[in-house]
């Protein structure tokens, strides 16, 4: 019998919440840390712990049939894969901000400018949709320092608690997009698999509807 295949982020914002939701529906996984992969206890379920920004081509390629991701990620390379259920943790907000002391009115202000993101998809479709040209750099983590040390006028990066903004004298200026933890599913899932995501998805729909 076939398991349907569900990828996490193995470490950082998301796994934490993932990890319950999935308790909550009844998938158990007694996980040694290091292990990438766990089967689930009494349901046709495997578990795989992977990069958030690599989740997206496994959707893709059909080597996971489902995720728990952000869906700025998505956004941001996830073309082609449908989101089938919002889940209500992990609320961000993907946003430009530049220097506290910075002049900013509108996304124009940075026509000719250098942005330093991990989100080029993201940030490109913002700036192409208000006619502005501007130089990306891409950079993987800690985008938030590059203003500081003369990388970059401004950034586009995730924002939750505003924090690390603030710690880096950087101020939010415009919202690209908000998002949150979503279930999304490959395109290539078979009718097998269907079915066992159809009763999770029932599942989840139930325990969201308790948490309100
Ligand atoms: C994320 C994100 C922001 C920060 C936002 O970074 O890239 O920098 O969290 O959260 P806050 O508004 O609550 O401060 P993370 O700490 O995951 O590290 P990374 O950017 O190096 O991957
Ligand atoms: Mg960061």
């Given at each position: 019998?076939?398991?349907?295949?569900?990828?996490?982020?193995?470490?950082?914002?998301?796994?934490?919440?993932?990890?319950?939701?999935?308790?909550?529906?009844?998938?158990?996984?007694?996980?040694?840390?290091?292990?990438?992969?766990?089967?689930?206890?009494?349901?046709?379920?495997?578990?795989?712990?992977?990069?958030?920004?690599?989740?997206?081509?496994?959707?893709?390629?059909?080597?996971?049939?489902?995720?728990?991701?952000?869906?700025?990620?998505?956004?941001?390379?996830?073309?082609?894969?449908?989101?089938?259920?919002?889940?209500?943790?992990?609320?961000?907000?993907v946003c430009i901000?530049v220097?506290?002391?910075?002049?900013y009115e509108s996304i124009k202000d940075l026509e000719g400018k250098?942005i330093?993101t991990?989100?080029p998809n993201t940030v490109k479709m913002y700036l192409d949709k208000n006619g502005v040209n501007a130089n990306l750099?891409?950079?993987?983590?800690?985008?938030?320092?590059?203003?500081?040390?003369?990388?970059?006028?401004a950034?586009c990066?995730?924002?939750?608690?505003?924090?690390?903004?603030?710690?880096?004298?950087?101020?939010?200026v415009d919202t690209i997009l908000?998002?949150?933890?979503?279930?999304?599913?490959?395109?290539?899932?078979?009718?097998?698999?269907?079915?066992?995501?159809?009763?999770?998805?029932?599942?989840?729909?139930?325990?969201?509807?308790?948490?309100?």
């Amino acid at each position: 019998m076939s398991k349907l295949r569900i990828a996490v982020q193995k470490s950082g914002r998301l796994n934490e919440d993932s990890m319950r939701i999935l308790k909550d529906i009844g998938i158990s996984i007694d996980n040694g840390k290091d292990q990438l992969k766990a089967s689930a206890k009494g349901f046709p379920v495997e578990v795989f712990y992977l990069r958030n920004g690599d989740i997206p081509q496994y959707l893709k390629d059909g080597v996971v049939d489902a995720a728990i991701i952000g869906e700025n990620v998505l956004i941001e390379k996830g073309e082609g894969i449908d989101v089938v259920e919002k889940l209500g943790f992990s609320s961000c907000r993907v946003c430009i901000a530049v220097p506290k002391s910075g002049k900013y009115e509108s996304i124009k202000d940075l026509e000719g400018k250098r942005i330093a993101t991990s989100y080029p998809n993201t940030v490109k479709m913002y700036l192409d949709k208000n006619g502005v040209n501007a130089n990306l750099h891409i950079i993987n983590g800690s985008v938030e320092i590059a203003p500081n040390i003369g990388l970059a006028d401004a950034i586009c990066d995730i924002v939750s608690s505003g924090s690390t903004l603030f710690k880096n004298n950087l101020k939010e200026v415009d919202t690209i997009l908000k998002s949150e933890a979503v279930l999304a599913v490959s395109p290539k899932m078979d009718e097998e698999r269907k079915a066992i995501l159809e009763t999770i998805q029932f599942r989840i729909q139930s325990v969201l509807k308790g948490r309100q």
